[in-house]
């Protein structure tokens, strides 16, 4: 998706550009070619496209202030060091087949 972005920005510049440059071209048209062919499309596009992950981040912030809230979240030690695993201290046993 950001490919297709970067292109199109990268295409709309160059025609901001080249409406600069020509000799009958103007700066104030090229800022609307700016705007018009690039920044406000893309930027359209951009939050049309960004709207599932929106929607994601915002209901797995809400599931997580309600695991907060219900006391499910899980709590962490007041040490600075990691949880021991189940089997830390115990040696490894290998079994011969």
């Known amino acids: 998706m950001y490919l297709v972005a970067i292109a199109w920005?990268?295409?709309a510049l160059l025609m901001a550009a080249a409406e600069a440059l020509s000799p009958q071209?103007?700066?104030l048209g090229a800022f609307i070619t700016l705007m018009l062919?690039?920044?406000l499309p893309l930027g359209l596009?951009?939050?049309i496209l960004g709207t599932p992950g929106r929607k994601r981040r915002r209901r797995a912030a809400e599931l997580a202030a309600?695991?907060?809230s219900a006391g499910l979240a899980p709590q962490a030690d007041a040490g600075g060091h990691a949880a021991a695993g189940?089997?830390?201290g115990l040696a490894a046993e290998?079994?011969?087949a």
Do not use: K, N
Request: without cysteine; hydrophobic residues 40%; charged residues 30%.
């Open 66 to 68: 309600e695991a907060d």
């Open 45 to 47: 596009l951009l939050y």
């Open 86 to 88: 189940p089997a830390e």
């Open 9 to 11: 920005a990268y295409v």
């Open 25 to 27: 071209g103007t700066l």
């Open 37 to 39: 062919y690039g920044v």
């Open 94 to 96: 290998r079994e011969e």
